[in-house]
Each structure stands twice: as structure tokens, then as C-alpha cells.
């Protein structure tokens, strides 16, 4: 994989819901991301914590004791009153089960949450070519040509700058071949030396070194 695993993929292969062939390359990519390996980690963690939280029920003795205070309060309040006492018990026994779902809840919005994020990081992560395309190399038309940099040096499209012979910006070489060829003049304001093809020869036009 070029690319960071998505929560989605990821989520799908915490639940081994993916086939054979895509649950291999999310492994080998999490082997070599250290990025998807720990947002992986905190996924896994996370379903864990949930798996560890205890499933309330009303205790054992519920019934024993609204029965008693039934049978205790029998002689004293009518049925409704008996009724109403006991449907309170058994919202206070109950509260602890909707304190659980609130918790539960919670954890269920701050995971989404923390997938909401993960996809918003995501796609503001850089592009990352393996190879610059040609588009970002820096080009220029100059006389008439097509030059692109290359380390020190511009070099016509499509000539090779090994085989060159230089020629030195206002040396009579280089004012007979401006007599020659005028629209050559303009390469002498280049900030570096260029190897362009006039006629049949590779020359490289490179200005006088200045002493100190």
C-alpha cells in the first residue's frame, strides 16, 4: 500500500471482515506504518475497553425484598399504594442500567468522533510521489528552446550535455555564432551555463569566469 489505511479498512479488519487477500496487505502495511499501526492500536483498545464494561442486571434479592415490603406495608396501604412503592424500588434499581447505557453512549460518540478526525487528517495528509512528475522540475523557453535545469547546469530538450564544446560568453567563438544565429543572444542572461544544439553541434554556453 502508497497510502495510509483508512478507519473504514481498518475497522472492518479489527471485525475480520475482510477477505484473505486485502486482510494480508493490511498486515504487511501495518508492519511497515508506524502512523496506521498506532491509530490501528487505538482502535483495538478502545473496542476492548467496551468489551470489559459489566452488563448490569437488577441483583438476585429484588424480587425477595419488593415482595417483603409488599407483604410488610399489606396490613397498612391499599393495593395501588403497594404498587407504587414497589415500581419505586425498582426504578432505583433500574437507574444503574440507564447510568450504563448513558456511558456506553459516550463511548460510542468519542470513537466516532475519533474516526471523524482520523478521516479529516487524512485527507489533508501530503502527497507523496515516489517519482517528481515532469510538471514539477523547473523548465524555461529561452531562445527559442525548450530548456530545463539540471543541477548546475539548462539543457536543450533531448540533447545530451555530455558531449559539448564550450563556448564563452563575448569570446569571438561566441560573437560569430550571435552573428549566426541572433536568437541565441538572450542564453548570455542565464544565471548558469547551457547546453544547446545549434546546427549539428552540442554546445555549452557558459559566461568568463571573473578574477578577483
Sequence with gaps: MSTHATVERLSAYLDHELPDPETRE????????AACRSR????KDVVSD???LERLAPPSTLQHVVARRVAFDGGRKGLGDRL????RALERQYSLLALFAVVVALAVMILLFAQA????RDSMLPVIFQNPPAALSESRQVAGRELRREGAVWVEKGVDPRLTRIV????PSWRHLVRDHPEIASLASLDRPAVVKIGEEVLRIEKAVSGD
Design 40 to 43: 490501528f492500536t487505538g482502535m
Design 84 to 87: 407504587e412503592g414497589g415500581l
Design 50 to 52: 467496551l468489551g470489559r
Design 117 to 120: 478526525l482520523e478521516r479529516r
Design 168 to 171: 564563452v560568453v563575448d569570446s
Design 26 to 33: 493490511i498486515e504487511e502495511h501495518l508492519a511497515d506504518c
